[in-house]
C-alpha cells in the first residue's frame, strides 16, 4: 500500500543535509538539489508566512508575497473546467479528480509561493486518495531533463520523546518504478536517527520495505513546477517562487509600510494634561481620564518657572502621508514588474505615472505568464491523472478502460479581449473579415443567426 506522508515542524535545509547523509552510505545519487536550492525554498516560504527575516518590532509585513502568489493562482485557475471522461474507469477517476479541482486554488496559491507542488495520490481502504505536497516537504534528487526520475518523501511523527521518519524514494529506471522504504528513530530534533524496520512501526506495518513496478514511464504523481528560470541559481531544475525577483523589494516596501503605520500612529491627535487635573483611582493608582477617553489624553508633569506653562497643550501635528504612500506605490510597481502582474493589481490603479503603452505591456506580460502557469499545471495534472489511472490498475480499484483528460480554461484571463475585437473591427473595415463572422464570434450567434442579421441595415453598426 501507498500511505500519506506526513512531516513535522522542521528547518527544511536541515531536513535535506540529515536526508543526504543517510542516502549517501548506499545510494548512488546525482543530486539535483542543493544546500543552496533548498535555502531559497524555506526563504520563499518564510516570506510567504510573514517570517522573512527582516521584519522585527519595527518592521511588520505588508503581506505582499501572500498577495501576489494568491492573486496569480487566481488568474490561473478562475473558471476552469477539467474532468475525466471515456469509460466507467474515467468516472471513477473523475471522482478523485474533481475533489482536486475543487481545492486547485488553494494548492496553485502554495506553489506560487515555493515554487512548486507535487500532487500525489496514495492508497487507502476507501480507494483513492490524494496528497498535496508543498516543495518544502518533498525532494527531487534526480531529473531527466523536465521530469523528475528520482524523488524522497520524509514522514513523520512523534510519539511520546521519539520522532519516528520514513523517508519514501521513488526511483523510475529503465521503465520498472522501484518504491523504497526506510524507517528511523530519534529523540533529537533536527536528526533523522537510528535505521530500524520499517514494519515494527505499527503505522509502517503494511508497507512493503522495497517493491518494483512495471507500466509506468513516469513517477507515479503530477508535478507543478513555476516556470520561473531562477535568477540566483540558474543550475537548479527546480521551480523557482513567483516573487523570487521581488524579495529586495518586498523587502523595502515592507519597511516603507512600517513607516506609514507608525506616521499615522506618532501623529495621532492627543491632549497633553498636568496629572494633577486628574483625579486618581484610589485601588490602582492611575489617573481617571475624562470620559474614560484614556487614548486621547497622555499625563504630563509640568514645572513651574519663569515662565509657567499651560496645564493643557493640544498635539496635533501634519501627516506626511502623500510622501510615504508615493513612495509605496513606486516600490508596489516595482514589485508588480518582478512578478509578471499588470500595473494596477497592487499598486495604485489610479496613478497617472506610466503611460498607455506601458499599462498595455505590463497586461500582456501578466497574459502571457499566466498562460504559461496554466500550461505548466496542465502537464501536472494530467501526469496525476495517469498516476491515479497507474494504481487503480495495481490494486485493480476499478474496470479497465480509457480515458481523456479535458481543459476549459477562461480564455478572457489569458486574452487581451478588448485589443482582440478592435482588431476584428479593423478587419471587418477593410473586409478581410465578414460582418456576420464578427457578430457570430462576438454576439454569440450561430452562423444563420448572423448572416441574417446583416440583412437588416439598422443591424450593420458594430459596437
Given at each position: 500500500m501507498i500511505s500519506q506522508i506526513r512531516v513535522i515542524n522542521m528547518n527544511y535545509t536541515n531536513m535535506y543535509q540529515a536526508l543526504r547523509k543517510i542516502l549517501?552510505?548506499?545510494?548512488?545519487?546525482?543530486?539535483?538539489?542543493s544546500g543552496k536550492t533548498a535555502a531559497h525554498i524555506e526563504r520563499w516560504s518564510a516570506l510567504y508566512e510573514d517570517k522573512a527575516p527582516w521584519l522585527d518590532s519595527e518592521t511588520e509585513s505588508s503581506g505582499l508575497a501572500a498577495s501576489v502568489a494568491g492573486e496569480i493562482a487566481r488568474l490561473t485557475v478562475l473558471e476552469l473546467k477539467s474532468e475525466v471522461s471515456g469509460s466507467a474507469k474515467a468516472s471513477y477517476i473523475d471522482k478523485v479528480y474533481q475533489k482536486v479541482i475543487k481545492n486547485l486554488r488553494t494548492q496553485v496559491e502554495y506553489a506560487n509561493a515555493k515554487g512548486s507542488l507535487i500532487f500525489k495520490p496514495y492508497v487507502t481502504s476507501k480507494g483513492i486518495s490524494i496528497q498535496y505536497i508543498q516543495a518544502d516537504n518533498f525532494f527531487p534528487l534526480e531529473f531527466d531533463t523536465e521530469t523528475i526520475t528520482k524523488c524522497a518523501?520524509?514522514?513523520q511523527f512523534r510519539r511520546d520523546?521519539?520522532?519516528?521518519?520514513?523517508?519514501?524514494?521513488h526511483t523510475l529506471r529503465d521503465g520498472l518504478l522501484n518504491i523504497r522504504n526506510r524507517a528511523f528513530v530519534s529523540r533529537t530534533e533536527g536528526l533523522i536517527g537510528t535505521e530500524i524496520p520499517v514494519n515494527s512501526v505499527l503505522k509502517w506495518s503494511e508497507l512493503a520495505q522495497e517493491i518494483t513496478f512495471s507500466g509506468t514511464d513516469k513517477l507515479p504523481f503530477g508535478y507543478f513546477k513555476i516556470p520561473l528560470g531562477n535568477n540566483e541559481d540558474s543550475k537548479s531544475p527546480l521551480g523557482t517562487s513567483v516573487f523570487s525577483r521581488a524579495a529586495k523589494h518586498i523587502k523595502e516596501a515592507d519597511k516603507r509600510y512600517s513607516q506609514i503605520n507608525w506616521?499615522?500612529?506618532?501623529?495621532?491627535s492627543a491632549v497633553h494634561i498636568a496629572q494633577s487635573l486628574l483625579g486618581?483611582?484610589?485601588s490602582t493608582?492611575?489617573?481617571?481620564?475624562?470620559?474614560?477617553?484614556?487614548?486621547?489624553?497622555?499625563?504630563?508633569?509640568?514645572?513651574?518657572?519663569?515662565?509657567?506653562?499651560?496645564?493643557?497643550d493640544t498635539f496635533s501635528p501634519e501627516i506626511r502621508d502623500e510622501s510615504y504612500f508615493n513612495g509605496w506605490n513606486h516600490l508596489a510597481r516595482m514589485i508588480e514588474f518582478d512578478c509578471n502582474l499588470a500595473y494596477g493589481t497592487i499598486s495604485d490603479p489610479n496613478n497617472t505615472d506610466k503611460t498607455a503603452e506601458e499599462i498595455k505591456a505590463s497586461k500582456q506580460r501578466s497574459y502571457s505568464f499566466v498562460q504559461s502557469?496554466?500550461?505548466?499545471?496542465?502537464?501536472?495534472?494530467?501526469?496525476?491523472?495517469?498516476?491515479?489511472?497507474?494504481?487503480?490498475?495495481?490494486?485493480?480499484?476499478?474496470?479497465?478502460g480509457t480515458y481523456q483528460v479535458s481543459f476549459d480554461w477562461d480564455d478572457s484571463i489569458v486574452t487581451d479581449v478588448e485589443s482582440e475585437r478592435q482588431s476584428d473591427r479593423q478587419d471587418?473595415?477593410?473586409?478581410?473579415?465578414?460582418?456576420?463572422?464578427?457578430?457570430?464570434?462576438?454576439?454569440?450567434?450561430?452562423?444563420e443567426q448572423a448572416k441574417a442579421a446583416v440583412q437588416r441595415p439598422e443591424d450593420t453598426v458594430i459596437e
Amino acid at each position: 500500500m501507498i500511505s500519506q506522508i506526513r512531516v513535522i515542524n522542521m528547518n527544511y535545509t536541515n531536513m535535506y543535509q540529515a536526508l543526504r547523509k543517510i542516502l549517501d552510505k548506499d545510494e548512488q545519487i546525482d543530486y539535483a538539489m542543493s544546500g543552496k536550492t533548498a535555502a531559497h525554498i524555506e526563504r520563499w516560504s518564510a516570506l510567504y508566512e510573514d517570517k522573512a527575516p527582516w521584519l522585527d518590532s519595527e518592521t511588520e509585513s505588508s503581506g505582499l508575497a501572500a498577495s501576489v502568489a494568491g492573486e496569480i493562482a487566481r488568474l490561473t485557475v478562475l473558471e476552469l473546467k477539467s474532468e475525466v471522461s471515456g469509460s466507467a474507469k474515467a468516472s471513477y477517476i473523475d471522482k478523485v479528480y474533481q475533489k482536486v479541482i475543487k481545492n486547485l486554488r488553494t494548492q496553485v496559491e502554495y506553489a506560487n509561493a515555493k515554487g512548486s507542488l507535487i500532487f500525489k495520490p496514495y492508497v487507502t481502504s476507501k480507494g483513492i486518495s490524494i496528497q498535496y505536497i508543498q516543495a518544502d516537504n518533498f525532494f527531487p534528487l534526480e531529473f531527466d531533463t523536465e521530469t523528475i526520475t528520482k524523488c524522497a518523501f520524509l514522514d513523520q511523527f512523534r510519539r511520546d520523546n521519539e520522532i519516528y521518519s520514513r523517508i519514501e524514494i521513488h526511483t523510475l529506471r529503465d521503465g520498472l518504478l522501484n518504491i523504497r522504504n526506510r524507517a528511523f528513530v530519534s529523540r533529537t530534533e533536527g536528526l533523522i536517527g537510528t535505521e530500524i524496520p520499517v514494519n515494527s512501526v505499527l503505522k509502517w506495518s503494511e508497507l512493503a520495505q522495497e517493491i518494483t513496478f512495471s507500466g509506468t514511464d513516469k513517477l507515479p504523481f503530477g508535478y507543478f513546477k513555476i516556470p520561473l528560470g531562477n535568477n540566483e541559481d540558474s543550475k537548479s531544475p527546480l521551480g523557482t517562487s513567483v516573487f523570487s525577483r521581488a524579495a529586495k523589494h518586498i523587502k523595502e516596501a515592507d519597511k516603507r509600510y512600517s513607516q506609514i503605520n507608525w506616521e499615522y500612529e506618532s501623529k495621532e491627535s492627543a491632549v497633553h494634561i498636568a496629572q494633577s487635573l486628574l483625579g486618581t483611582n484610589q485601588s490602582t493608582g492611575e489617573p481617571v481620564y475624562p470620559a474614560g477617553k484614556k487614548r486621547l489624553y497622555r499625563t504630563v508633569e509640568y514645572n513651574t518657572g519663569a515662565t509657567d506653562k499651560p496645564f493643557m497643550d493640544t498635539f496635533s501635528p501634519e501627516i506626511r502621508d502623500e510622501s510615504y504612500f508615493n513612495g509605496w506605490n513606486h516600490l508596489a510597481r516595482m514589485i508588480e514588474f518582478d512578478c509578471n502582474l499588470a500595473y494596477g493589481t497592487i499598486s495604485d490603479p489610479n496613478n497617472t505615472d506610466k503611460t498607455a503603452e506601458e499599462i498595455k505591456a505590463s497586461k500582456q506580460r501578466s497574459y502571457s505568464f499566466v498562460q504559461s502557469c496554466q500550461t505548466a499545471l496542465q502537464h501536472a495534472l494530467e501526469d496525476l491523472v495517469d498516476a491515479i489511472s497507474f494504481w487503480c490498475d495495481i490494486y485493480h480499484l476499478c474496470p479497465s478502460g480509457t480515458y481523456q483528460v479535458s481543459f476549459d480554461w477562461d480564455d478572457s484571463i489569458v486574452t487581451d479581449v478588448e485589443s482582440e475585437r478592435q482588431s476584428d473591427r479593423q478587419d471587418v473595415a477593410m473586409g478581410a473579415m465578414p460582418l456576420w463572422e464578427y457578430r457570430a464570434k462576438w454576439y454569440g450567434e450561430t452562423e444563420e443567426q448572423a448572416k441574417a442579421a446583416v440583412q437588416r441595415p439598422e443591424d450593420t453598426v458594430i459596437e
